[in-house]
């Protein structure tokens, strides 16, 4: 039976081979990231509000079905979603340099990166949802099969206040009905809800009291699932108000406090023909002999206390653990579409806690590299592993030189050129 790789943290360590793979991310990202929940099977402020907003009728919940806006060749996506992609590169470039990687960053999103975006999206019509006093509008959206990036704005009630610097969410997962039904399929649909993972992010604001707020909302979808996010069937995603979303670092549940109430429905569903690239894989294996040494000031569980050296460290005091082990992975697939990348591959390993994903990096014509985002997950059955991940800011495949799989630690590494 398939388990997440999550779901195995507490007791098993996961010898993931990483190449650029860490979380790109902000501290506040990572918590964002970290605190929204898994759903299982079951006017930026720099003047881009545009004046001729329509209001649909007051009600509790409302459905808006979204139709593309008729000048999209003048406005497109990439326009709105350009400062969040600037953002995003320069939170990239903050991460490489705290962490000393080794990877090349472009200097600017560029224009070809934009009309990756404009081709994979759509400007929508700017008809609201006003329900409760509350206003909210979709304006834009891009998406491959594997995730899609929404760019809302919201309006609450005159007296409202919708600060920066706190963690937002747009519905109350300790409700169970909530929880269950951010995102549904309509009666009809080819294929069953398939599990996905949401991360809401509230954009910078010049006027960080009045009760105006924009948001970035990524939904990506769990590896392995039916369900495709530019597929054109419809996807209904239910807001149920803007909350604030309180961590509790002492391990009980989060609490979520309403800054403006409201019930909204939007069709999500949109179509396009991302391209993806089946990559040559065959026969590739690598892998070889790893070590590490480490300290910890907590107690050690059993299976920890058998890597105790017997020494300690010099400054610190703290007894050093130290382990060896021997690995290969074998990569069975590969795929790559300008906004994510699927793999699969075989493993083992003399160490029998451990779990391997594979390990590649997409390397441009100019030397630069995506960050990866793993936002959907990763599987695994005994040695056997798959997963999805996504790039940071989208890539122009047609500026892809090769992606480089592989360890590079102990030169176990191959250049695979897309066909």
């Known amino acids: 039976m398939k388990r997440r790789i999550s779901d195995l943290l507490e007791d098993i360590r996961d010898d993931t081979v990483q190449l650029n793979s860490e979380t790109p991310l902000s501290s506040e990202r990572i918590k964002e990231l970290t605190m929204s929940k898994i759903k299982q099977e079951k006017k930026p402020r720099n003047g881009k509000r545009i004046a001729f907003r329509i209001l ?4 509790a919940v409302s459905l808006v079905t979204l139709t593309v806006f008729a000048v999209e060749n003048l406005f497109g996506a990439g326009d709105w979603f350009r400062d969040i992609l600037g ?21 600017i999103v560029s224009q070809e990166q934009i009309e990756v975006v404009n081709e994979l999206g759509q400007v929508f019509q700017e008809t609201s949802i006003e329900s409760e006093g509350t206003t909210m509008t979709l304006t834009a959206a891009y998406a491959d099969a ?12 005159e007296g409202t206040v919708l600060p920066d610097g706190i963690l937002y969410q747009f519905y109350d997962y300790n409700t169970e009905d909530e929880y269950w039904n951010i995102l549904e399929l309509p009666e009809g649909a080819p294929y069953e809800m398939s599990g996905y993972f949401v991360d809401v992010e509230a954009l910078p604001d010049a006027d960080p009291t009045d009760n105006r707020k ?45 800054l403006a109430p409201g019930a909204f429905t939007f069709d999500i569903g949109i179509a396009n023909e991302a391209k993806v690239v089946e990559l040559d894989v065959a026969g590739l294996t690598y892998g070889g002999t790893k070590s590490r040494t ?57 160490d029998e806690r451990a779990v391997y994903n594979l390990s590649f990096r997409v390397v ?25 991940k996504y790039f940071s800011t989208p890539i122009d495949l047609d500026q892809v030189d090769y992606i480089l799989i592989g360890d590079p630690d102990i030169n176990s590494t191959y250049k695979v050129y897309l066909p």
């Open 56 to 59: 649909a009728a007051a009600a």
């Open 87 to 107: 953002r995003r590169l320069e939170e990239d470039r903050q991460y490489i340099q705290q962490e000393g990687l080794d990877i090349t960053l472009p200097e």
């Open 146 to 157: 594997n995730v899609i990036h929404l760019y809302f704005q919201a309006e609450a009630p």
């Open 214 to 258: 924009d948001f970035h909302v990524t939904i990506y979808a769990q590896s392995g699932m039916e369900m495709k996010f530019n597929d054109g069937v419809s996807k209904l995603f239910h807001i149920t108000g803007i909350y604030e979303q309180v961590v509790d670092m002492n391990g009980d549940e989060d609490g979520f406090v309403r």
């Open 294 to 350: 480490w300290t910890h000031d907590s107690p050690c569980k059993e299976f920890c206390k058998e890597n105790l050296t017997g020494e300690t460290d010099p400054e610190t005091g703290l007894p050093i653990h130290a382990e060896s082990w021997d690995y290969t992975v074998t990569p069975k697939r590969l795929a790559i579409s300008p906004l994510s990348a699927d793999w699969e591959c075989d493993y083992t390993c003399s």
């Open 364 to 388: 441009m014509k100019d030397g630069s590299s995506p960050l990866l985002v793993d936002g959907g997950g990763s599987y695994n059955d005994e040695e056997w592993s798959s997963g999805t």
